[in-house]
């Protein structure tokens, strides 16, 4: 079965610091990578998705996710954090024979300081 | 296009009464799925139904939790007799292919 694991559960950082938060996956086909944020009290919304081609995926809101397949990781980053990044975030994966549904991991909460 | 609709987004059922969730998916999607968020543990995946059909519902509790997702009208999550440990917020999502998933507001239980 795959899983997730989203080894930062909470993080703090000033604003402009820069930001990379980790996630793993364990399922050995091929798998669709999503990562989500969590504003407090709203629903999940897309950040980035990477299905094929370049590992590289830039998403909104200046987040950016780096596909390692030998690594089984699908990392997210921001050069520069700022105080309205406070959220939760949320890696899923989806394998391509796992009956469509998404896998989550279990979140990283994100504070920035002013 | 409405977006994927879930209502209530609030709702308090005391112990033993039945609480029913609904989720109206995006126009044109026929895939839905159910998940529910614990704090400190992430959304787990509850069910994955197609128009009529439950495709997977391996994340369900054996007892007292159904869902449905009729031809007509929206998916249903139900949770009968509930119990304080059914507090949580439930999210639905739908899809049109399986690849791109839209989620809505969420329903926030509260069991008293």
């Known amino acids: 079965a795959q899983s997730v694991s989203q080894h930062n559960h909470h993080v703090i950082l000033s604003e402009a610091a820069s930001l990379e938060l980790g996630c793993n996956y364990s399922?050995?086909?091929?798998?669709?990578l999503f990562w989500y944020v969590q504003y407090p009290g709203q629903h999940l919304q897309l950040l980035l998705k990477y299905f094929s081609g370049d590992p590289l995926v830039k998403g909104i809101k200046g987040f950016e996710a780096e596909f390692i397949k030998s690594k089984f990781s699908f990392n997210l980053r921001k050069p520069s954090v700022q105080w309205s990044d406070t959220a939760e975030y949320f890696c899923a994966v989806v394998s391509t024979g796992g009956g469509n549904k998404l896998t989550f991991g279990t979140g990283t909460q994100l504070k920035v300081e002013l | 296009n409405a977006g994927v609709m879930q209502n209530p987004r609030h709702l308090v059922r005391r112990r033993g009464q039945e609480a029913r969730l609904r989720c109206s998916p995006m126009k044109g999607h026929s895939h839905v799925y159910w998940y529910r968020q614990l704090p400190e543990e992430g959304l787990k995946f509850m069910v994955y139904?197609?128009?009529?059909?439950?495709?997977?519902e391996s994340g369900m509790p054996k007892e007292r939790f159904s869902a449905e997702f009729p031809k007509e009208g929206p998916s249903i999550l139900r949770i009968q007799q509930v119990v304080r440990g059914d507090s949580a917020a439930y999210f639905c999502?739908?899809?049109?292919?399986?690849?791109?998933?839209?989620f809505g507001s969420g329903t926030r239980l509260t069991v008293v």
């Open positions: 399922y050995g086909g091929t798998v669709n």
């Open positions: 999502a739908s899809s049109l292919e399986g690849n791109g998933y839209t």
């Open positions: 139904l197609q128009k009529e059909n439950i495709i997977d």
